[in-house]
C-alpha cells in the first residue's frame, strides 16, 4: 500500500486555495469591461477635475449639474470596480451583481449625457469649460462601450429567463395526485 500512496497522492490531496487580491477575469467582470472601467473612472475623475478648476461661471446651474454627476460617476465607478475586480463583492451582501452594474451603467450613460449636453449649452465658452464638456462626452462614450460589452456578455440581468416545457401533458398531474400533494385524502 505504501508504494501506491505517492500515485494517487497526487491526484487526490487538493492543493490549499491561494486567494489573490485582484480576480479578474472573474464572473462579474472580464478583463476588457475591467479596462473599460478603468477608462471610466479616468476619464470622470478629468473631467471633475477640471470642471473644478473653472473659476467664474455665468450660468452656474449646468456647471453644478455636471460637477455633480462627473463625481459620482468617478466615485461610484471606482467603488464597483474595486468590488467587482477584488474579492469584497462576497462580502457586501448584493446577490445581483450583473443586475445592479447593468443599472448603474445605463443610468450614468444617461446622466452624463444629458449633463455634458446641458454644461455643452450652458457655458460661457472658456477653454476650461470646453476641455470639462469634451472629457464628459469621452466618458460617455466609454460608459456607452461598457453597456455594449456588457448587454453582449449577459444580455439583459434583470429579464426573467424561464424555461416553459412544450407538452403540458408530459407535466400535468393526474386529479388525484393534485389532491394528495394539497394535504387531503
Known amino acids: 500500500?505504501?508504494?501506491?500512496?505517492?500515485?494517487?497522492?497526487?491526484?487526490?490531496?487538493?492543493?490549499?486555495?491561494?486567494?489573490?487580491?485582484f480576480t479578474v477575469p472573474s464572473e462579474y467582470l472580464s478583463k476588457i469591461r475591467c479596462i473599460i472601467k478603468v477608462f471610466e473612472v479616468l476619464l470622470s475623475c478629468v473631467a471633475f477635475v477640471v470642471e473644478e478648476v473653472v473659476s467664474n461661471?455665468?450660468?452656474?446651474?449646468?456647471?453644478?449639474?455636471?460637477?455633480?454627476?462627473?463625481?459620482?460617476?468617478?466615485l461610484f465607478t471606482l467603488l464597483l470596480l474595486v468590488l467587482l475586480s477584488t474579492t469584497l463583492h462576497e462580502r457586501v451582501g448584493i446577490n445581483s451583481?450583473?443586475?445592479?452594474?447593468?443599472?448603474?451603467?445605463?443610468?450614468?450613460?444617461?446622466?452624463f449625457l444629458l449633463a455634458s449636453i446641458v454644461f455643452a449649452a450652458g457655458n460661457s465658452g472658456s477653454t476650461l469649460e470646453q476641455t470639462a464638456v469634451a472629457f464628459g462626452?469621452?466618458?460617455?462614450?466609454?460608459?456607452?462601450?461598457?453597456?455594449?460589452?456588457?448587454?453582449?456578455?449577459?444580455?439583459?440581468?434583470c429579464q426573467k429567463r424561464t424555461s416553459q416545457p412544450t407538452d403540458s401533458t408530459a407535466t400535468a398531474m393526474?386529479?388525484?395526485?393534485?389532491?394528495?400533494?394539497?394535504?387531503?385524502?
Do not use: H
Not at 4 to 9: G, K, R, S
Not at 60 to 73: D, H, I, M, R
Open 137 to 157: 462626452f469621452l466618458a460617455t462614450v466609454a460608459y456607452f462601450v461598457d453597456f455594449g460589452f456588457l448587454y453582449k456578455e449577459k444580455g439583459i440581468p
Open 1 to 21: 500500500m505504501a508504494t501506491a500512496e505517492p500515485v494517487y497522492n497526487s491526484t487526490t490531496t487538493q492543493e490549499p486555495k491561494t486567494r489573490k487580491c
Open 174 to 185: 393526474p386529479e388525484s395526485e393534485k389532491l394528495n400533494a394539497n394535504g387531503t385524502d
Open 97 to 111: 451583481w450583473p443586475t445592479l452594474d447593468f443599472g448603474y451603467t445605463i443610468g450614468i450613460t444617461i446622466l
Open 57 to 74: 461661471c455665468s450660468s452656474c446651474g449646468p456647471l453644478y449639474f455636471f460637477e455633480f454627476v462627473s463625481c459620482t460617476a468617478f
